[in-house]
């Protein structure tokens, strides 16, 4: 499934975060990789369609799921132009072409190389259940659960360590049978002042937001 992933905010990108996690600063989203794009660094795994039953491996149920097929058709609907703009990035999203199975958008400020991109899990409808398996074969480079973010249950992973460098992934279990990966590169300015991963939750929770009021 995948395998590359928000609170409120103010700091110099312009994000006031209504978190415990770090503040964000102007330009606070996130540089990509060479080329201007965030990648996934998670195992392929196969698509779902098994007999388990949701969840498994140790993944937490998912007791307030949230219908997100608006923006499974639509992932550039998931932050708003304005909480783009508070972020420092592009008020509108470019969808995104051959996720490992997943729909995804990505803005991309081009002056600070700062990066985030959405992705829906579509073609692997098992929620957080595949990455809690994945880390209990060990696969994982970090495997860390979140706290809640926005009453939905988190991790963050990777198959290589790059927070040293600004990239993090957080997955969101939005239900027992659906996930969505915010994945996020900190602008050049903020590599080595700011959390990649705390960002990036901070980044989750504001497509959260958005996602519940249109649900």
Not at 11 to 25: M, Q, Y
Not at 179 to 204: H, M, R, W, Y
Request: proline share 6%.
């Amino acid at each position: 499934m995948l395998i590359r992933r928000s609170l409120l905010l103010a700091s110099l990108f312009g994000l006031a975060i209504a978190s415990a996690c770090t503040t964000t600063s102007k330009g606070d989203p996130l540089p990509a990789n060479s080329i201007g794009v965030a990648t996934s660094k998670s195992t392929p795994r196969t698509s779902g369609g098994g007999e388990e039953e949701l969840p498994f491996a140790g993944a937490p149920k998912v007791t307030n799921p949230l219908n997100t097929s608006r923006y499974e058709q639509d992932p550039c609907l998931s932050l708003s132009s304005e909480q783009a703009r508070e972020l420092n990035l592009p008020a509108v999203g470019k969808a995104t072409e051959n996720e490992v199975l997943g729909v995804g958008c990505e803005w991309y400020n081009e002056e600070t190389r700062g990066n985030v991109t959405i992705v829906f899990i579509v073609d692997d409808p098992r929620g957080l259940s595949p990455e809690y398996d994945t880390n209990n074969r060990k696969e994982w480079a970090y495997f860390e659960v979140l706290p809640a973010i926005e009453g939905y249950p988190a991790v963050t992973r990777s198959l290589v360590d790059d927070r040293d460098i600004g990239h993090c992934t957080v997955v969101v279990g939005a239900a027992d049978d659906m996930a969505f990966e915010t994945i996020l590169q900190l602008s050049q300015a903020n590599v080595g002042q700011k959390d990649p991963c705390a960002t990036a939750a901070e980044v989750a929770g504001l497509a959260l937001k958005t996602m519940k009021q249109g649900a």
